[in-house]
């Protein structure tokens, strides 16, 4: 099925022909804060062929563990491929993202909540040509991002514990005022989901465009707390590691998806070699 004219498509050859390119396998540039090293990459790829081995995967974990500099595996949930794929992404969409004064970041919350053992159900094409119809509606024609994962928990009870598919993307500011507007109202609130849009001001940090494809996962437990020091209670929200089944759980959906599919593009073409140029309908 062929994506809307609105997104662009990220294909499997894409994908290879940019990992083709050694230097992303390195610590070369681009280099940002928190940029997990190469070591750190491949020290986290011998933990999930652990991982997949324990839960009875002996053929994803082959796939992880014959994965080379020279013949990489691809896979969506090998963090090293993962990691190569991010910095391409990152080279690519730097360029385009000029002056970085005219662009924002924005984080999206879809009130999309997957029980847990049913992530394998979730149609990526699908969540993401949603959420790009939402962006066409609010008027924004441009964006360059990703979808990303969380296992979200309330100590209260407010809600059910769910996987979040959750977008974060970079957009110009442009007519800010009408599509932020509108923008809001596409995205609803909710218990589990009081603050479905963020955007803030873009400093230029590279760290920014590499967020959308990061390949480390948290579980976001919400509870009642106060804020530095403050008398208001309030909601806060804290962060611990996945349980082993839940990192088998997204790992494997990962594998499944594909690297190319958490790539979020409007107004942007996708150029052989891998290259990312802006659309002429975008101009």
């Not at 083709?20 to 070369?28: A, E, Q, T, V, Y």
């Not at 924002?104 to 979730?122: A, C, F, G, H, K």
């Not at 977008?167 to 596409?186: G, M, P, S, V």
Request: net charge positive; aromatic share 10%; with cysteine.
């Amino acid at each position: 099925m062929p994506s809307p004219p609105f997104l662009a498509r990220i294909s499997d050859d894409w994908v290879r022909t940019a990992l083709s390119s050694r230097k992303l396998f390195g610590d070369g540039s681009p280099q940002w804060d928190n940029l997990p090293s190469r070591s750190d990459a491949l020290e986290e790829r011998a933990k999930r062929i652990r991982l997949f081995r324990k839960h009875h995967s002996p053929r994803l974990a082959s796939k992880l563990a014959a994965c080379l500099k020279g013949t990489p595996c691809a896979s969506g949930a090998c963090p090293v491929c993962t990691r190569a794929l991010q910095r391409h992404f990152v080279s690519e969409a730097f360029p385009i993202l000029q002056p970085t004064s005219d662009f924002v970041t924005v984080s999206l919350v879809p009130n999309v909540r997957i029980s847990p053992s049913t992530l394998s159900q979730l149609p990526i094409a699908e969540f993401t040509e949603n959420v790009g119809g939402r962006l066409n509606r609010s008027k924004i024609g441009f964006c360059v991002g990703g979808v990303d994962f969380s296992f979200n928990e309330s100590r209260r009870g407010d809600f059910p514990s769910h996987w979040s598919p959750h977008i974060w993307l970079l957009t110009d500011k442009f007519n800010r005022a009408r599509w932020e507007t509108r923008l809001r109202h596409q995205f609803e609130r909710s218990r589990a989901v009081p603050r479905p849009v963020k955007i803030r001001d873009w400093d230029g940090d590279l760290a920014a465009i590499g967020y959308s494809l990061k390949y480390e996962f948290k579980r976001r437990i919400s509870t009642v707390g106060r804020r530095s020091q403050g008398t208001r209670v309030c909601k806060v929200t804290n962060y611990d590691r996945l349980r082993s089944h839940e990192r088998f759980e997204l790992y494997s959906y990962l594998h499944r998806i594909g690297l190319g599919s958490r790539i979020l593009l409007m107004g942007v073409e996708t150029d052989d070699p891998p290259h990312l140029t802006i659309s002429d309908e975008s101009d």
